[in-house]
């Protein structure tokens, strides 16, 4: 399984970013897909996660309202959509997958890690 991260980058408060996944080497449907962040001299949290097939969604109550989610089957691809950026977002961002449909909130349930993008807010 290989996971490859985009879209990051320097954005002002209240502005938003798309990051993208593409995903490799699975049955991409069979897999709940993850975003998890790390800000610097913290531990890697969740911030949202997607079933395979049924698309539930789960969020972080720190996200919830701001990012969305999302996955097109047919290309791969995981998004994540995040909408009126706080400094405190500021991390860098990891995709991973877990094999099998859970509601994928626990960072040790995924296997397979991507490489990380840096999303960086400023005030």
């Known amino acids: 399984v290989q996971l490859q991260a985009s879209g990051g980058g320097l954005v002002q408060a209240g502005g938003y970013l798309r990051l993208s996944c593409a995903a490799s080497?699975?049955?991409?449907?069979?897999?709940?897909m993850g975003w998890f962040r790390q800000a610097p001299g913290k531990e890697r949290e969740f911030v949202a996660s997607?079933?395979?097939?049924?698309?539930?969604?789960y969020y972080a109550d720190s996200v919830k309202g701001r990012f969305t989610i999302s996955r097109d089957n047919a290309k791969n691809t995981v998004y994540l959509q995040m909408n009126s950026l706080k400094p405190e977002d500021t991390a860098v961002y990891y995709c991973?997958?877990?094999?099998?449909?859970?509601?994928?909130?626990?960072?040790?349930?995924?296997?397979?890690w991507g490489q990380g993008t840096q999303v960086t807010v400023s005030s």
């Open positions: 080497g699975l049955t991409f449907s069979a897999y709940t």
């Open positions: 991973a997958a877990r094999l099998g449909s859970s509601s994928g909130t626990n960072r040790a349930a995924f296997g397979s």
């Open positions: 997607i079933r395979g097939t049924f698309v539930f969604t």
